[in-house]
């Protein structure tokens, strides 16, 4: 359970980071599951940054009963995400994705904020939307770990557009709060978990080191919060917690069988395009 203080610091600063919250058991099945199953690999799609070079990505909006699908509905995830969102409401999966960031050529990511991307899903209240970003490797500045602009949740939305591939934040608008706020990398181990509302400025720089850069992003939101131009069917539905046990005792069924993955099997998948709601980070 998160203390009082957590709970002050996570609505002063936009974000939390919580050290240790995943054991090293944990991060290991979860690491090799995700780099010896084929499933993750040919469900991946790339996206380039502006100098081309490309994070690969494996997104899916119903968890299933797979080693991922315990992972984001762990007691110890709902229960930290349930005390940070505003609402008295279930906690609903929104969606998932493994990020990818390859040594080398793992790409870069513009500053945003999540829901200068999810306001187009007309999803009412920023507030009840939450991310949480557990690592799979280390994440540093060399290797590209996540940046935020300390309490920038407060700036409320943000002006987004286009640029390249990637929708960023008003550019004159982050400049602004890179005077006025505390830039803070995020360097996290592996186990490492970042918790961080969808109003805050944020972005990530390309891999430059020789290691890669993994991690689980799952986005969560109460169930009042209605969203009128949201295709998946996930967002509404509480999620079905299961033990924090469960990850480790998964049964290491391959992927391959796991519909969560399969773009054919869930209709938000099928029709997702770069255009839509998905952030990459």
């Given at each position: 359970?998160?203390?009082?203080?957590?709970?002050?610091?996570?609505?002063?600063?936009?974000?939390?980071?919580?050290?240790?919250?995943?054991?090293?058991?944990?991060?290991?099945?979860?690491?090799?599951?995700?780099?010896?199953?084929?499933?993750?690999?040919?469900?991946?799609?790339?996206?380039?940054?502006?100098?081309?070079?490309?994070?690969?990505?494996?997104?899916?909006?119903?968890?299933?009963?797979?080693?991922?699908?315990?992972?984001?509905?762990?007691?110890?995830?709902?229960?930290?995400?349930?005390?940070?969102?505003?609402?008295?409401?279930?906690?609903?999966?929104?969606?998932?994705?493994?990020?990818?960031?390859?040594?080398?050529?793992?790409?870069?990511?513009?500053w945003h904020q999540d829901y200068g991307y999810w306001y187009k899903n007309q999803f009412m209240f920023?507030?009840?939307?939450?991310?949480?970003?557990?690592?799979?490797?280390?994440?540093?500045?060399?290797?590209?770990?996540?940046?935020?602009?300390?309490?920038?949740?407060?700036?409320?939305?943000?002006?987004?557009?286009?640029?390249?591939?990637?929708?960023?934040?008003?550019?004159?608008?982050?400049?602004?709060?890179?005077?006025?706020?505390?830039?803070?990398?995020?360097?996290?181990?592996?186990?490492?978990?970042?918790?961080?509302?969808?109003?805050?400025?944020?972005?990530?720089?390309?891999?430059?080191?020789?290691?890669?850069?993994?991690?689980?992003?799952?986005?969560?939101?109460?169930?009042?919060?209605?969203?009128?131009?949201?295709?998946?069917?996930?967002?509404?539905?509480?999620?079905?917690?299961?033990?924090?046990?469960?990850?480790?005792?998964?049964?290491?069924?391959?992927?391959?069988?796991?519909?969560?993955?399969?773009?054919?099997?869930?209709?938000?998948?099928?029709?997702?395009?770069?255009?839509?709601?998905?952030?990459?980070?």
């Amino acid at each position: 359970m998160l203390t009082q203080a957590q709970i002050n610091q996570y609505h002063s600063d936009g974000y939390l980071v919580l050290r240790n919250f995943c054991s090293k058991p944990e991060i290991d099945k979860l690491y090799n599951v995700a780099i010896q199953d084929d499933a993750m690999r040919e469900n991946a799609l790339d996206l380039n940054d502006q100098t081309g070079k490309k994070t690969k990505l494996s997104l899916w909006f119903t968890p299933g009963n797979d080693v991922f699908g315990y992972l984001t509905r762990s007691q110890k995830v709902i229960e930290s995400v349930a005390l940070l969102l505003d609402s008295d409401a279930p906690v609903c999966h929104f969606h998932s994705k493994l990020m990818q960031k390859e040594p080398r050529v793992g790409g870069a990511w513009e500053w945003h904020q999540d829901y200068g991307y999810w306001y187009k899903n007309q999803f009412m209240f920023p507030d009840q939307l939450i991310s949480i970003m557990v690592a799979l490797t280390e994440a540093n500045k060399e290797n590209g770990c996540l940046q935020v602009i300390k309490g920038s949740h407060k700036l409320g939305r943000v002006n987004h557009g286009f640029a390249g591939e990637q929708v960023g934040a008003d550019a004159v608008m982050v400049e602004n709060a890179l005077q006025t706020m505390e830039l803070v990398y995020v360097e996290l181990e592996p186990g490492d978990a970042l918790i961080f509302h969808s109003n805050i400025l944020h972005r990530s720089g390309a891999n430059l080191s020789a290691y890669p850069r993994w991690s689980v992003i799952s986005c969560y939101c109460s169930q009042s919060n209605i969203a009128y131009n949201e295709t998946s069917a996930s967002w509404k539905v509480p999620v079905h917690v299961v033990p924090n046990e469960a990850i480790l005792t998964w049964d290491a069924e391959s992927l391959s069988n796991a519909d969560f993955l399969k773009k054919e099997n869930d209709p938000a998948l099928k029709e997702t395009g770069w255009e839509k709601e998905v952030i990459i980070k």
